[in-house]
């Protein structure tokens, strides 16, 4: 039966709730059938995205995460540009071929224009050798079209879940978070020619696989460039964490983590898919897991230190004091010892995105 299943290149809803509730045994046939896949369209090679967390101060209140501006037990901080372009620098001269941006979400002309600015002068910084992501939330599409043209090349904006009902479970009920102004924002950001990422939380109090199984057609049917997901994780300091006692225990999310990332490889073989730093909340060896299962892409943290522990969008954060990734012997023998090979200094664009805009 899940043979069968794996042999198709088209799922329907049922085929993915079958194979998001399978067996263990059953499982692993699913996450070998995600390395072929993966193997034959994008190849064995990850590509390195330093991670900057630029600001966690917010104008959000969603209810699952550490940094909302509901919760005053969080110290602000916004990097220094001079910090950002060091950040810049160690990714450049070590061989990252790509870097992420990423704050809570500010609406306002100078975070905008401090946006713009970071993103023209790493760019001289490192002589246009480095491709930017952002991960800064909605904005009005002009913003989306100014930060586009300053340099950025990719956007994540992740949708969270697809379930409505859910979505206002996990955020209030205002025109400040509404659902169709997450998709708005997508839409615009696909217009203003950005690569396009969006991702969902995986073990929702409350979600079931049927709602998992959309969230994948979800990706499908709006032709997304890449994904970025992974388990929910809990924090103490937020409304959601009241409902901790309906949650999945964290190794459930964890491998239904897994099975999404390789029933979207199957899905979608070309698109950029990230393992995601919440895996390894949950196992040590998570981002290698995630790649064995379908991701190809790793976001080392660049942030920091002493800004780290600031941002917690949940609980048992992993590697606040330092990222074992950024020793880049301990990075590369990580991943070699997986069979997996580094893209050093490439920029490690969407293989879609650049067949759907004909590069
Ligand atoms: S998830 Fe993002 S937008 Fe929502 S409160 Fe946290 S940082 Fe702000």
Known sequence: MVTDLLNKTEFTKDDLIALLDVSATDMQKVLERALQVKTIHVGRKV????LIELSNKCGKNCYYCGIRAGNAKVHRYTLTR???LDAAQFAWKNGFGSLVIQSGELTNSTFADLIEDLLRSIHKLTKHELSITLSCG?????VYQRWRAAGAHRYLLRVET?????????HPQDHLHAYENRLQALADLREAGFQVGTGVMIGLPGQTSADLADDLLFFKSLDVDMVGMGPYVEHADTPLFEKADQLWPLEERFKKSLLMIAL???????INIAASTALETADQMGRQRGLLAG???????????????????????????KDPYLSTDSLKHSIEAIGEVIGYHEPGNSFHYLKRTNR
């Open 82 to 84: 001079e910090e950002v």
């Open 47 to 50: 590509y390195l995205r330093g």
């Open 295 to 321: 991701a190809n892409v790793v976001m080392p943290n660049l942030t920091p230190v002493i800004n780290r522990i600031d941002y917690q969008l949940y609980n048992n954060k992993p590697n606040l004091d």
């Open 138 to 142: 909605e904005q009005p599409k002009k």
């Open 264 to 270: 979207l490889r199957l899905m979608m073989p070309d």
């Open 162 to 170: 697809t379930n409505q009902q859910l979505y206002y479970q996990i």
